[in-house]
């Protein structure tokens, strides 16, 4: 069973519903919603990304999905975190290829940008595939690439804070 962790702001929050009534329709997904419950209860980006990059961290979820309106900042404060590698996705191939080729623990979506059934699409094409599948051709190169993106974080990342 895949543990997922999604999260929203204010402005992700219609499209975070429709991806977690999909994903928890599947039958082989644990879904962990840190929200937000309801447009009565916002609550800001930069509040909502480290729930779920920590739940990753500490080994809750194996992958996360964060959604606000562009995708942008969700991104952005995701991948302050030490072994999180988000992803900003705004259609089937980009989401497919943040696995293939980036690796991508965390999609990151826009509620303002994505349709409720394209993000559903998003998140079905992300999930089917692996690290460098399709690119096997490639795979030492995305293999090593990804090595030395891990490198460069431990560089960036001295201390024992996440």
Same mark, same amino acid.
């Given at each position: 069973?895949? +543990?997922? @962790? =999604? !999260? #929203?702001? &204010?402005?992700?929050?219609?499209? +975070?519903? @429709? =991806? !977690? #009534?999909? &994903?928890?329709?599947?039958?082989?997904?644990?879904? =962990?919603?840190?929200?937000?419950?309801?447009?009565?209860?916002?609550?800001?980006?930069?509040?909502?990304?480290?729930?779920?990059?920590?739940?990753?961290?500490?080994?809750?979820?194996?992958?996360?999905?964060?959604?606000?309106?562009?995708?942008?900042?969700?991104?952005?404060?995701?991948?302050?975190?030490?072994?999180?590698?988000?992803?900003?996705?705004?259609?089937?191939?980009?989401?497919?290829?943040?696995?293939?080729?980036?690796?991508?623990?965390?999609?990151?979506?826009?509620?303002?940008?994505?349709?409720?059934?394209?993000?559903?699409?998003?998140?079905?094409?992300?999930?089917?595939?692996?690290?460098?599948?399709?690119?096997?051709?490639?795979?030492?190169?995305?293999?090593?690439?990804?090595?030395?993106?891990?490198?460069?974080?431990?560089?960036?990342?001295?201390?024992?804070?996440?």
């Amino acid at each position: 069973m895949m +543990k997922i @962790a =999604i !999260a #929203s702001d &204010l402005s992700g929050f219609p499209l +975070k519903k @429709a =991806i !977690a #009534s999909y &994903l928890q329709e599947r039958g082989d997904v644990e879904l =962990i919603d840190f929200g937000i419950e309801s447009e009565d209860a916002p609550k800001p980006y930069v509040e909502q990304a480290p729930k779920v990059a920590e739940a990753i961290q500490r080994g809750d979820a194996d992958k996360g999905i964060l959604i606000c309106g562009t995708g942008q900042g969700m991104a952005i404060v995701a991948n302050k975190h030490k072994g999180i590698y988000a992803a900003v996705v705004t259609d089937i191939f980009s989401a497919e290829r943040s696995k293939i080729i980036n690796n991508a623990n965390i999609i990151t979506m826009g509620g303002w940008i994505t349709a409720p059934f394209l993000g559903q699409q998003i998140v079905e094409a992300w999930l089917s595939v692996q690290f460098t599948q399709k690119m096997e051709f490639k795979k030492d190169f995305l293999t090593k690439a990804f090595g030395t993106v891990q490198e460069i974080e431990l560089r960036h990342f001295r201390d024992d804070k996440n």
